[in-house]
């Protein structure tokens, strides 16, 4: 196999994802949104400002279901390009918002952006660790997802400057332009290799992935799954709990002192690019679940201490720290499905695992501003977010790899197939069905 064409597939990969990242825009153009009309605004409610980001993100995580399951039938080629093009029809729909309509954006930005984010990021990653030993399936995962993470360094400086050069409308219309022809052209060389990878017998006996491919039947069957959904929905609540805020944060615990909250939103940015990587070169040598309870310990133990923070250094620690703990979980929980249940039908099955980080991206950033509204203040928000951690931390105890026969106890092996079968299984061929390289 060319192993040329694997680097340029997750490279690919990360670039797509780079270019999903346009849903980040979303809290530069929101607080535009908020402004007067005078002032070049809609004078939207922060609560109306919120809908679409909301919408979009719920949209994201439920469509990865389903993208999943499209991606292991028809390609990632396909599936990514199609999400380019809801993207980018998404833009250009909610840029005809207003000052006195906001379904423009609940339906583009929300509906048709949301189904584009969740179809172009369900075929990046798959793709990628399918032309690749499961040695590096980490590195791998890391490298794609990493684009996503980073996309905020460049995305919130370019949008602020399309808003004050163009206005709200104008800006999403470029926005959606520029997406269309980079999104849909890097989409062409996410392809899937021509054969599966070999996977050595040493590491599929480590990360207990010696029990063959599971479908998304079996694999819902298994403890493992719901152990490992807990822990991904409680990492990613407690992180979006402090990411979706913490320009806020930055400027209530330092007393208005610090002014440019947003360069350790930028600065998380990059620590999230970087985790995902970190993390999965240190899982592939460590294992998945071992450093799934590193990442959680160490946020938990951070959580403790950042109502105290109010300075500059304080601020970047922490921001370090959370930052690395939450990009290292969207490649850690990747990369731990495929080692479970394997990568045939990884599409699928990371799709139904990825509705944990959706219920994280829906309920933690409101349950953080519901706290600051209640309280005053962010403290017992980050005292959820540690409990969430630990708990996150406990389940990987009693975490084990899943067994074909925990999977298939409730079915057995014939059922639902003719009688001659079960006594002449030999008579029957069995054929193999392969993906073409270029779909």
């Known amino acids: ?18 270019a999903l990242g346009v849903l980040y825009a979303w809290s530069v153009f929101s607080k535009q949104l908020t402004e007067a009309v005078d002032k070049g605004g809609f ?6 400002a919120s809908i679409p980001y909301t919408v979009a993100i719920a949209c994201f ?34 840029s005809l918002a207003s000052a006195t309509n ?33 040695e590096k399936k980490g590195l791998i ?11 905020p360094v460049y995305i919130a400086p370019f949008s602020k400057y399309l808003i004050a050069d163009f206005g709200i409308g104008d800006a999403f219309r ?5 997406f269309a022809v980079f999104a849909v052209f890097i989409a062409q060389f996410i392809v899937n290799p021509p054969l599966p990878r070999n996977v050595s017998s040493q590491f599929r006996a480590r990360c207990g992935s010696d029990q063959g491919d599971f479908t998304w039947r079996e694999m819902v069957r298994t403890r493992t799954f719901y152990l490992l959904w807990c822990s991904y929905a409680c990492a990613a609540t407690a992180g979006l709990m402090i990411i979706g805020h913490l320009a806020k944060i930055v400027s209530v615990q330092s007393g208005n002192a610090i002014t440019t909250g947003f360069l350790f939103v930028v600065l998380l940015a990059i620590f999230n690019a970087a985790g995902r990587v970190i993390a999965g070169i240190v899982s592939d040598r460590i294992g998945r679940i071992r450093t799934i309870m590193v ?13 105290s923070f109010s300075t500059v250094g304080a601020f970047i620690v922490g921001s370090a720290v959370v930052g690395l703990s939450y990009g290292a979980c969207l490649s850690l929980f990747p990369s731990a499905t495929a080692d479970f249940w394997g990568t045939k039908n990884l599409g699928l099955n990371y799709g139904i695992m990825f509705t944990a980080w959706g219920v994280g991206g829906v309920f933690g950033p409101i349950m953080a501003g519901k706290i600051a509204d209640i309280t005053g203040t962010y403290s017992l928000g980050y005292l959820i977010s540690a409990g969430l951690m630990i708990v996150g931390a406990l389940l990987t105890l009693i975490m084990t790899a899943p067994k074909k026969s925990e999977a298939t106890q ?9 009688a001659v079968f079960k006594k002449h299984p030999a008579a029957y061929k069995v054929r193999v069905r392969t993906v073409p390289e270029n779909n």
Not at 66 to 93: H, N, Y
């Open 102 to 134: 906001i379904l423009p954006a609940v339906v583009g930005f929300g509906c048709l952006a949301g189904i584009g984010f969740g179809l172009g990021y369900s075929a990046a990653t798959p793709a990628a660790v399918k032309w690749f030993p499961a």
């Open 61 to 94: 995580a439920l469509m990865m279901v389903p993208a999943g399951r499209l991606q292991d039938k028809i390609g990632p080629r396909m599936v990514a390009s199609m999400g380019a093009v809801f993207t980018a029809a998404g833009l250009v729909l909610t």
């Open 410 to 418: 409730e079915a057995p092996a014939f059922e639902g197939r003719p």
């Open 141 to 151: 995962t890391g490298i794609v997802v990493s684009g996503f993470g980073l996309a």
């Open 1 to 18: 196999m060319d192993g040329n064409k694997g680097w340029w597939v997750a490279l690919s990969g990360m670039g797509l994802n780079l």
């Open 43 to 48: 004078g939207w409610s922060k609560t109306e």
């Open 174 to 178: 470029i926005l959606g332009a520029t």
């Open 295 to 307: 990442v959680f310990l160490s946020q938990a133990a951070v959580m403790f201490f950042f109502s």
